[in-house]
Structure formats: structure tokens, C-alpha cells
């Protein structure tokens, strides 16, 4: 059994139940944004975030109609999102496929976005959760603020860890926090619990992250995006921010200000990529994922009773360590 059968195995005909509800509000009956959200449906990719809610869900209590919607809403929040990141970030593809942006235009994504957004509230409303509103609400000021600090940081000059970790904490452990903490919470598990899946499914996203950042050092054919994407975008993660900050090659430095600035080229992003495996970037990114997954292992050990649970979640835990795409 693979990665993601163990992690469905518990939550099977719930997981059906959330993609029927996802599908009726990514569906519309006019021609231009019926063909938009269908775009976009078709891409939907795993759906890893609604897995951990109704597992969250699961493991305390009793997953319901509350508990869909909620799933619903948050990855409804996250799909526009990233449908206006990819306007922000100028994106072709997002997933092999042309990004909505590239097929259509921009004025279509940012339109599609909001109604996305739009239908995201309206599946709170339905779950009638004030303590879920707040949640949600709050992740999407979180996210937006994310990607204006990741804006920002192009232009400083300094190439820190902590900014990096203050970005991957909003963009994506943000997200995994609120998939977590909802599920427990639509169950009505207590306070405490809440919170212990909110640190869990925090822990759980920088994971996810930084073994994204690790992809971006490999060749295409052996991982799901080109080999120095992110450099391309702008972006310096944590492997060739370590490399940068623990070699005598200063000589590096410059082209990391061209990534920020965005005029680096495809033979200087060649020349980072390889000074970033030379000087120990990728064990370090590693290392620093393993760290992460030990506080995850222990919050499976002393919370997740059940043991078809148990086992999803440290499935899910495995895939997000050694997944390739």
C-alpha cells in the first residue's frame, strides 16, 4: 500500500464526500468562468490540506457536515490564493499545466480568485462556525501578508534563516496550522487539543516547504518542477541561504542579488545550484526537516490512539519527507 492509500484508508468515504462538495462549488453554469474553474479543478492536484482536516477530524471525534465544509472552504481559500500569487509571481504553469493567468489573462484570474474567495465564505457560512469564520479569516490575512513579505524581502540586502522561516511560516505552515486546528475544532474537541493539532499541522507544512526548497536543486526529470525554478522566480531558500552564509565564497554573494533582483540567468543559476550541493546546503535543509519531523512523531505517539489513524498520519508524515513532487 502507497503513501497516500494509508493516508485515505481511515477517511475514505469522507475524502469522497469532500471532493463531491469541492466540485459543486468549483462549478458554475456560465461559459467563461465555467471553463475557468474547470481549469482549475483538473489541476486540483492530491489534495493533501482536506486529507489532514478530516484526519484531524477523525481523531477526535466524528467527522461532519461541519467538518466538509470547513475542508471545503479551506482548500477553496487556498486555491484562490494561489491563483492570485500566480498573477503576483507573472507564473506560466502551476502543475505542468498553464496557470489560469497564462491561459486566460490576468483580469480572468483575479476575478476567478475572488469569486473562488467568495465561495470559500459561503461555505463557512453554511458550517456556521464563529470559532471557524475567525480561523479561516485569519489564515487569509496571514497568507496575504506572506506573499508582501516575500515581496518585500527582494529588496533587502541581507540573506537571512529567519526571514526565510518567517515567509514558509505564513505561506505554507499557515495553511497546514488551520487544516489541523479546524478539524479538531469542528469536532469539538477541546481547547488544548486545538492547539496541539495547530502546532502539529504547523510543524507538518515547514516540512512540506523545505522539502519543495530541496526539489529546486535536482534535475526535472528526477522531481515535479525545473531545476532552479525558485532562483528563477526570485526566491532563495534555506539550502543556498546556508551554503551562502557558511562558505568562504563571497564571490557567490552577487549572484544571490541577481536572483532578488531578477536578472540572474540560467548559466548563473547553474553555477548557485552546484556551490549550494558543494557546501553542504541540502544535508543541512535535511537536517533541518528531520529536527521538524521528531516534534511530529511525538505529537502522532501521544495523541493518535487509534491505530488505522496512527498509521495514516505517519504515512502522512513519510510522504511529506520523501515525496518528489
Known amino acids: 500500500m502507497d503513501y497516500l492509500q494509508r493516508i485515505k484508508s481511515p477517511i475514505v468515504r469522507e475524502f469522497e464526500d469532500f471532493r463531491s462538495l469541492f466540485s459543486e462549488a468549483m462549478s458554475h453554469s456560465d461559459g467563461l468562468l465555467s471553463q475557468a474553474l474547470n481549469h482549475i479543478r483538473q489541476r486540483s492536484g492530491k489534495q493533501m490540506r482536506p486529507m489532514l482536516t478530516l484526519l484531524s477530524a477523525k481523531n477526535y471525534g466524528q467527522i461532519s457536515e461541519v467538518t466538509l465544509r470547513s475542508a471545503v472552504a479551506l482548500e477553496l481559500l487556498h486555491t484562490a490564493s494561489l491563483t492570485h500569487d500566480d498573477v503576483v509571481d507573472e507564473s506560466d504553469e502551476r502543475r505542468g499545466v498553464p496557470s489560469l493567468n497564462a491561459a486566460y489573462s490576468n483580469k480572468v484570474a483575479v476575478l476567478v480568485g475572488d469569486y473562488i474567495l467568495s465561495t470559500c465564505l459561503l461555505n463557512v457560512s453554511i458550517a456556521g462556525s464563529k470559532e471557524i469564520l475567525h480561523d479561516l479569516s485569519q489564515l487569509g490575512r496571514t497568507l496575504a501578508a506572506g506573499e508582501i513579505l516575500q515581496l518585500q524581502n527582494i529588496t533587502n540586502k541581507e540573506i537571512s534563516e529567519q526571514v526565510y522561516y518567517q515567509v514558509i511560516d505564513q505561506k505554507t505552515a499557515s495553511l497546514f496550522q488551520t487544516c489541523a486546528g479546524v478539524g479538531a475544532l469542528s469536532v469539538g474537541a477541546s481547547k488544548e487539543d486545538v492547539e496541539k493539532a495547530k502546532i502539529f499541522g504547523r510543524n507538518l507544512g515547514m516540512i512540506f516547504q523545505i522539502r ?103 504515512a502522512y508524515l513519510e510522504y511529506a519527507i520523501n515525496r518528489n513532487l
Open 212 to 314: 519543495d526548497d530541496i526539489f529546486d536543486y535536482f534535475d526535472s526529470d528526477v522531481v515535479g518542477k525545473p531545476t532552479g525554478a525558485d532562483m528563477a522566480e526570485g526566491k532563495l531558500t534555506l539550502p543556498v541561504i546556508y551554503a551562502l552564509n557558511h562558505s568562504p565564497y563571497e564571490s557567490m554573494m552577487p549572484l544571490a542579488l541577481k536572483v532578488k533582483a531578477g536578472t540572474i540567468n540560467a548559466d548563473e543559476i547553474a553555477v548557485l545550484v552546484e556551490f549550494t550541493k558543494e557546501y553542504g546546503g541540502i544535508e543541512y535543509a535535511q537536517q533541518k526537516m528531520d529536527e521538524i519531523a521528531n516534534d511530529v512523531r511525538l505529537y502522532i505517539d501521544e495523541n493518535i490512539k487509534d491505530p488505522s489513524l496512527n498509521d495514516a498520519y505517519s
